[in-house]
């Protein structure tokens, strides 16, 4: 990547990860009175039509080879538990953000775990039939970058 691909404007503005939710009610008040994300608007329309987008601060797009997909199971868990999609929250307190949303209704599949790259992960199944990772980092970008196996592929 040249100097000026790193320095323009951003072709894609906003990463928004759309969910269908059966019990719409239950996953709002889990999503946004729990785990915090602020309501940035909310649409309804006929026939009971509703959605609320949630404010998740910055987002990312994390792509993983299945052996990746498979290593941070294993890391996490103990075992392969992941579906294909799994959603990921930055939080600064990771284990009093788990048991405040075990509190609320999700169900433990891992507890608070320091992993490999410094973090403390938990794993939840969650409201709209999404599992869930709960992490804190417990170290700078700095520093995680001398770890092994820690880099980019840029």
Known sequence: ?????HTARPAVRQLRLVVEA????????????VLGLPEQAAFSGGDGARVVILDAGRATL??????QKRMIDEVEVGRQVAPRIRVAFEVDDATT???RLVEAGATEVAP??????????????????LQITVFQELT?????????GFGTDG
């Open 22 to 33: 059966e019990d719409y009610d239950a996953a709002v008040r889990f999503f946004r009175d």
């Open 97 to 99: 953000v788990t048991g």
């Open 140 to 148: 700078d970008l700095d520093g995680r970058s001398t770890l092994d």
């Open 112 to 129: 608070p775990t320091v992993t490999p790259w410094q973090s403390l992960n938990s794993r939840l199944d969650a409201p709209a039939g």
């Open 62 to 67: 994390e792509l993983a080879n299945p052996a």
């Open 1 to 5: 990547m040249t100097q000026d691909q």
